[in-house]
């Protein structure tokens, strides 16, 4: 099993930025690509960002590349989320999941949430106009 905490979330104004992170339990995190997603009132559940397990690789949503940037830092099971420019539209709860990824010949990064084994609690970003 593993377990992934969310924080860093909070209340910010259009514009303004926010540091997500996420801490995983365990000794492999770096046998995870991880992911992060987000659900707004009245949608469904949207991929925004993944990066691949030694980091050198990423994917991001549309709407939110140039804004935001995802890493990870191996040594201290922790993945992140830069969130700079923020928009209302940005608002939602922020989950942090994990992809297992056995292989290291494996190189695609998963934009499909039900492929995720592990999911976080989830974290609030309130963006205020």
């Known amino acids: 099993q593993v377990q992934l905490v969310e924080s860093g979330g909070g209340l910010v104004q259009a514009g303004g930025s926010l540091r997500l992170s996420c801490a995983a339990s365990?000794?492999?995190?770096?046998?995870?690509?991880m992911g992060w997603f987000r659900q707004a009132p009245g949608k469904d559940r949207e991929f925004v960002a993944a990066?691949?397990?030694?980091?050198?690789?990423?994917d991001y949503q549309d709407s939110v590349k140039g804004r935001f940037a995802i890493s990870r830092d191996n040594a201290k099971n922790t993945v992140y989320l830069q969130m700079n420019s923020l928009k209302p539209e940005d608002t939602a709860v922020y989950y942090c999941?994990?992809?297992?990824?056995?292989?290291?010949?494996?190189?695609?990064?998963?934009?499909?949430?039900?492929?995720?084994?592990?999911w976080g609690q989830g974290t609030q970003v309130t963006v205020s106009p």
């Open positions: 365990g000794r492999s995190f770096s046998m995870y690509a």
């Open positions: 999941a994990a992809d297992y990824r056995p292989l290291a010949s494996s190189v695609l990064l998963r934009t499909k949430d039900t492929v995720y084994d592990y």
């Open positions: 990066v691949s397990r030694s980091g050198g690789s990423t």
